[in-house]
C-alpha cells in the first residue's frame, strides 16, 4: 500500500533538471508532495486531485495520472536549496490517512 | 501566528517506560496526525484525530494511544516502550473538517530514544 518512489537518489548540478516519480498500487484520490532536510520538518509543497491536474510552485511543478495512479515531481533548474529528501504522500478513496513513500534523496552541488 | 509546535524536542527513556509527547497545532487548525519517522524512512501514519475522536488508525498496536483536547491540542502515549519504538514522531495539523485534500503542516518532532 506505501507507495514507491524513483529514484531513490539523485545527485544533480547547480541548473539541472530532475524528475521524482510515485506510484501507488491502489486507486489514489490526492497526491500530496513534501521536501525534508536533514533534523527538519517535512514542509508541503503542493496537494494535487484531479487526473491530469498539473501545479507548479516556484520551478517545481507536478503532474498526477489518477487512471495509472502516478505522480510526477519537476523539478527546474534545481538551485542548492533544492536539496533534501522529497516524500510522496498518498490518500486513496475512503480514508484520511495519508501514506508515505520512502523518499528521495536529492543533492544538488555547484 | 505559530506553527504546529511539539514538546519535548528530545526524550530518553527506558524500555518499559510509558512516554507522552505533546502537539499544539497551527492556528485555525482542527485535525491532528501522529507519525513516527524512522531513520531514513519515510513518516508512518499512526493515526488522526478530529472532533476529540480517533479517525483513523495505521498499522500500530494498542500501546500507541492518543488523544485529543477541546483546544485541538493531542497528546500520543505511548506504552511499554520497546528499542523499536526509537523514532522520530511528528505531529501534523490541518484543517479540513470532513474533506481530506488539504495541505497539513509538521511539527519539528519528538526524538524519541529509547535505552
Known amino acids: 500500500q506505501q507507495p514507491v518512489q524513483s529514484p531513490q537518489a539523485v545527485i544533480l548540478r547547480e541548473g539541472e533538471d530532475a524528475v521524482i516519480n510515485c506510484s501507488s498500487s491502489?486507486?489514489?484520490?490526492?497526491v500530496h508532495w513534501y521536501r525534508q532536510k536533514h533534523g527538519e520538518a517535512p514542509v508541503f509543497l503542493m496537494i494535487?486531485?484531479?487526473?491530469?491536474e498539473q501545479k507548479g510552485h516556484d520551478k517545481i511543478s507536478a503532474s498526477f495520472n489518477e487512471k495509472k495512479q502516478q505522480s510526477s515531481l519537476y523539478l527546474t533548474a534545481s538551485q542548492l536549496s533544492y536539496s533534501g529528501t522529497y516524500f510522496c504522500?498518498?490518500?486513496?478513496?475512503?480514508?484520511?490517512?495519508?501514506?508515505f513513500g520512502a523518499g528521495t534523496r536529492l543533492f544538488v552541488k555547484a | 501566528d505559530a506553527g504546529v509546535t511539539q514538546s519535548p524536542t528530545h526524550l530518553i527513556k527506558t524500555r518499559g517506560q510509558q512516554v507522552t509527547l505533546r502537539c499544539s497545532p497551527k492556528?485555525?487548525?482542527?485535525?491532528v496526525s501522529w507519525y513516527q519517522q524512522a531513520l531514513g524512512q519515510g513518516p508512518q501514519f499512526i493515526f488522526q484525530?478530529?472532533?476529540?475522536?480517533?479517525?483513523q488508525r495505521g498499522n500500530f498496536p494498542d500501546r500507541f494511544s492518543g488523544h485529543q483536547f477541546p483546544n485541538y491540542s493531542s497528546e500520543l502515549n505511548v506504552n511499554a516502550l520497546l528499542l523499536g519504538d526509537s523514532a522520530l514522531y511528528l505531529c501534523?495539523?490541518?484543517?479540513?473538517?470532513?474533506?481530506?485534500?488539504?495541505?497539513?503542516?509538521f511539527g519539528q518532532g519528538t526524538r524519541l530514544t529509547v535505552v
Open positions: 501534523a495539523s490541518s484543517s479540513n473538517r470532513m474533506k481530506k485534500n488539504t495541505e497539513a503542516f
Open positions: 491502489k486507486a489514489l484520490y490526492s
Open positions: 494535487l486531485l484531479k487526473g491530469g
Open positions: 504522500g498518498t490518500e486513496n478513496f475512503g480514508g484520511f490517512k495519508t501514506i
Open positions: 492556528s485555525g487548525h482542527d485535525t
Open positions: 484525530y478530529y472532533e476529540e475522536e480517533e479517525r
